[in-house]
């Protein structure tokens, strides 16, 4: 009987991503348990398939997902120690305001902090106009793309910020929350999405300056 209309691709990965949910397990051996390891797997691909565009691109990605939220419910249960403050930031898409501060928060802070991004709503690649934008800073996306948004990374956060998506991102005690009110990118031509660029930076600076008082937040 032929698989479900929708299902095909994820049951054509199956193999692989297994061999994903195997090498995941033994890096976080002691941990996450391994049943728990092919779940976020599964999930992950499950998550980031719904608005691929190209599917021979899913494993690996849906790998490298996994990693970062793994790492991220390690963090939030303390078997992990976190030695920097942990940052997300938080759009609709993730494909251009959250991943134009995590790349600008990489830049300026270097590993003196850890970023994540993630999106309500991810889209299925970032904006151009976003690449181009940041390339021109000399920060290069190619290895980036839009994430959903999920309770371990919010969890795993020491400070959420976020941009234009409501109340989509769940609130716990303990965590700082911003909100930063930015342009959509939607139908802005380049100068209008390098405006936003620079307001972002502005604000990165700020909440650099507060998280790591002791040092220059720009390197």
């Known amino acids: 009987m032929s698989a479900p209309r929708g299902q095909e691709g994820l049951l054509s990965a199956d193999a692989v991503l297994h061999r994903a949910a195997e090498r995941l397990a033994h890096q976080f051996t002691g941990l996450v348990g391994e049943e728990t390891v092919e779940r976020v797997v599964f999930e992950s691909y499950a998550a980031l398939a719904r608005t691929a565009t190209v599917t ?6 849906a790998e490298k997902f996994s990693h970062d939220r793994l790492t991220a419910l390690a963090q939030s249960r303390g078997l992990v120690v976190k030695t920097v403050p942990e940052i997300l930031y938080v759009c609709v898409q993730n494909s251009g305001r959250s991943q134009m501060a995590a790349a600008i928060t990489r830049q300026l802070a270097g590993d003196r902090v850890h970023v994540r991004s993630a999106g309500s709503q991810p889209a299925a690649e970032l904006l151009p106009g976003v690449v181009t934008v940041l390339e021109e800073a000399g920060i290069d996306l190619s290895g980036e793309f839009p994430k959903p948004l999920t309770d371990d ?18 609130l716990y005690p303990g965590k700082r929350y911003l909100d930063w009110q930015l342009t959509d990118l939607a139908g802005l031509d380049l100068d209008g999405v390098r405006a936003v660029r620079d307001e972002i930076q502005g604000h990165v600076e700020q909440l650099l300056a507060e998280l790591l008082p002791s040092t220059q937040a720009t390197s």
Not at 56 to 61: D, N, T, Y
Not at 153 to 170: H, I, K, L, S
């Open 56 to 61: 021979s691109l899913l494993p690996p990605l």
């Open 153 to 170: 990374v919010v969890r795993a956060a020491d400070a959420v910020v976020t941009m234009g998506c409501g109340d989509a991102c769940p």
